[in-house]
């Protein structure tokens, strides 16, 4: 399995990204999965899920801004950011909303300038 997240960059605070993780050697299908970001000198947390049935939820801090999606004939789980904040600055990966991850890929730097 590898997991290979993309779109970060550096934005403006009230802007927008998209993110994209390709999920290779899975059927996307048969998985829960999440966005994931790690904030320097913090520990990584789970940001927005997708269940099989496409049933979506969000930390509270993110709710409202942040948007997951998935194309399971694609193998992809897309995550739309809106109204970014500072606080959103962080690497951003994609896994299985699980307690049995994959491996973790690179993951996606999201820089939020204030």
């Known amino acids: 399995v590898q997991l290979q997240a993309s779109g970060g960059g550096l934005v403006q605070a009230g802007g927008s990204l998209r993110l994209s993780c390709v999920a290779s050697?899975?059927?996307?299908?048969?998985?829960?999965m999440g966005w994931y970001r790690q904030a320097p000198g913090k520990q990584r947390e789970l940001v927005a899920g997708?269940?099989?049935?496409?049933?979506?939820s969000y930390a509270d801090s993110v709710k409202d801004r942040f948007t997951i999606s998935k194309d399971n004939a694609k193998k992809t789980v897309n995550l739309q950011m809106n109204s970014l904040k500072p606080e959103d600055t962080a690497v951003y990966y994609c896994?299985?909303?699980?307690?049995?991850?994959?491996?973790w890929g690179q993951g996606t730097l999201v820089t939020v300038s204030s």
């Open positions: 896994n299985r909303n699980s307690a049995v991850k994959f491996m």
């Open positions: 050697g899975i059927a996307l299908s048969n998985y829960d």
């Open positions: 997708i269940s099989r049935a496409g049933v979506t």
